[in-house]
């Protein structure tokens, strides 16, 4: 079946230009988590949907960030007036289940640089 | 608070050697789940394997095995007979009670020579 798909694959943006990235998680799963990675190191958590509610979003680093699922499949992260810092991979994640134990499917990322 | 350790960041062998990749791990829950996830130069993680905290029997899958010991809170992968395509970056990563995130070390880049 399908998996975790995310775009753009890559975007370029100026600094401070807004920046939308989508995540399609595969079809059924209830948990959706986004992930920032920065170059060579591991990925960090920035925020956690079950179904449609915002569950947790303490990884989000400012609030210039937001996320948001409304109908529980479908997620998409929001950057305002982008930094140089917030160059990145961006990764998507979603769980069939709810709950620490169940294995996270991620998907190619989207890779943003911010000019 | 959570922290995942590979202290580890490059590791080059050539292929059919044997290489362990070590992960070292902080938590203060009762309850949690290590994961092996592996990142080819694609980008796309790959979930490798779950262990939950309760279980440390050691567990093999082909050429792939893994050392669970709590008394060191170590979490360690060896690949036996590597080979090139096993090339990539991988990553230990620990989630618990205190959230369904997932929690990554550094990473450790693996380069198999032919």
């Known amino acids: 079946g399908a998996g975790v798909s995310q775009s753009p694959r890559y975007k370029v943006a100026k600094r401070g230009q807004d920046v939308a990235l989508r995540c399609d998680p595969i079809?059924?799963?209830?948990?959706l988590f986004w992930y920032q990675q920065a170059l060579g190191q591991g990925p960090e958590f920035l925020t956690y949907?079950?179904?449609?509610?915002?569950?947790?979003k303490s990884g989000l680093p400012s609030d210039r960030f937001f996320a948001e699922r409304p109908e529980g499949s479908v997620s998409t992260l929001k950057i305002q007036r982008t930094q140089q810092e917030d160059s990145a991979v961006y990764l998507c994640?979603?769980?069939?289940?709810?709950?620490?134990?169940?294995?996270?499917?991620f998907g190619p990322g989207t890779r943003l640089t911010v000019t | 608070a959570q922290k995942v350790t590979q202290a580890q960041t490059e590791i080059s062998v050539v292929e059919k050697e044997d290489v362990t990749l070590d992960c070292v791990y902080e938590t203060r829950d009762t309850t949690y789940y290590l994961f092996w996830y592996k990142q080819p130069p694609s980008g796309e993680l790959v979930f490798l394997i779950r262990?939950?905290?309760?279980?440390?029997q050691n567990e093999i899958s082909g050429r792939y095995s893994w050392n669970f010991q709590k008394s060191t809170s170590s979490f360690n992968f060896t690949i036996t007979a590597s080979q090139v395509v096993d090339s990539a970056v991988y990553f230990c990563a620990l989630s618990g009670d205190a959230g369904n995130m997932l929690t990554f070390g550094g990473g450790t880049r693996l380069m198999v020579k032919p």
């Open positions: 079809s059924g799963h209830v948990s």
């Open positions: 262990r939950n905290s309760f279980d440390e």
């Open positions: 994640a979603s769980s069939f289940f709810q709950g620490p134990s169940y294995e996270q499917y």
């Open positions: 949907f079950q179904n449609e509610a915002q569950l947790d």
